[in-house]
């Protein structure tokens, strides 16, 4: 269930998109629906648009409705985490034969999934530097299907330009499916540049408060949106009402969340970069990332992620998450709280001894809302 283009702004959008008052009550939030199941007048005719929650739920359509409105999509579909919506994605377009090409510094859970799963049923992959239009284009066979990005990528930061590498996959007649989870659709919305379908782990920014797990698909494709339907009902990875709440609730605060990591993070990036400890810091906003502009011509602005590489290597990278104080040590990202972690042992173990592998003096830094100032002094005594 989704509405159409909205032209309002993307914060007033955030709150209203299909959030009318509850027209029965009046209620201003709208109730979470946890019925499982839908009265019928006459066998096979529901009175409304749902008939069994796996297959529609009225609390889910609404954060579908949302979803896609926050793209600037048609149609939004929501799963139980960000690897279901990965893998509906996935299963939607390939079949036995076919080709992706892949990120090589991919998500690691999505490289699992490509690695250990897929190529079992006869999918193959390639990994390619997004940051290279060039490159990508040469690992597209005349079997691939999809073209997988990420931008920014996680852990790396590398920046694709979403435009280029669209045309590039659209002369091969490949899709072009963009992980917007790094940036969130405030920051950046990839259908606008060309992309066929956009995912989200909505565990991330879209949540925003690192207390509930789900993923999203956008597409204007409304083939695919019936595709990725039909594999909600089938394979059943749908969220619940209470989850689907939650993320509806949090999605309310994204432009404000967004604005906020994003300053904390240009301060934590300028105050590492040139640090005697840290031999490189990776963020799309500093003039040194080969990716600047292409993210300053497609961003809004540039993330609440920073990645960095530690002088003394990976026991000063495992040293300072372990330091820190208001950075808590934990995988994940997107939050209002800030979190440290080593991508090499961490997030991106299922990578290990593949070229995904991300380097093992590599620190990714999920920046918080908290005051800067407390973050600030919080790394430069992990550092010192
Ligand atoms: C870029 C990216 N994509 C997808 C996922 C998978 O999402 P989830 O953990 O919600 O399944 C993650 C999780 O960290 C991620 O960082």
Known sequence: MTDGPDTRGFATRAIHAGQEPDPETGAVILPIHTSTTFAQDTVGEPRGPFDYSRAGNPTRAVVEAALASLEGGTFGRSFA??????????????????????????????FRLLDKVFTEWGVSYTLAPVGDVDAMSAAITPATKIVWIETPTNPLLSVADIAAIADVAHAA???LVVDNTFASPYLQQPLALGADVVMHSTTKYLGGHSDVIGGAL????????????????????????FDSYLLLRGMKTLAVRMEQHCSNAESVAAQLDG?????QVIYPGLDSHPGHAV???????????????????????????ERTKIFTLAESLGGVESLIEHPAVMTHA???GSTAAPPDDLVRISVGIEDIDDLLADLDQALA
Do not use: W
């Open 81 to 110: 985490s960000g690897m279901a919506a990965i893998d509906t994605a996935l299963r939607s377009l390939v079949r036995p034969g076919d080709h992706v090409v892949l990120p090589n510094d991919v998500y690691g859970g999505t």
């Open 173 to 175: 007649n490949a899709k």
């Open 218 to 241: 956008v597409t204007d494709d409304g083939d695919l949106a019936e595709r990725f339907e039909f594999l909600q009902k089938s394979a059943g990875a749908v969220p619940g009402p």
């Open 275 to 279: 640090h005697r400890q840290v031999s």
């Open 295 to 321: 993210a300053a011509r497609q961003m809004r602005r540039f993330g609440g992620m920073v990645s960095v590489r530690l002088a003394g290597g990976r026991d000063a990278a495992i040293a300072l998450c």
């Open 350 to 352: 299922s990578a290990a």
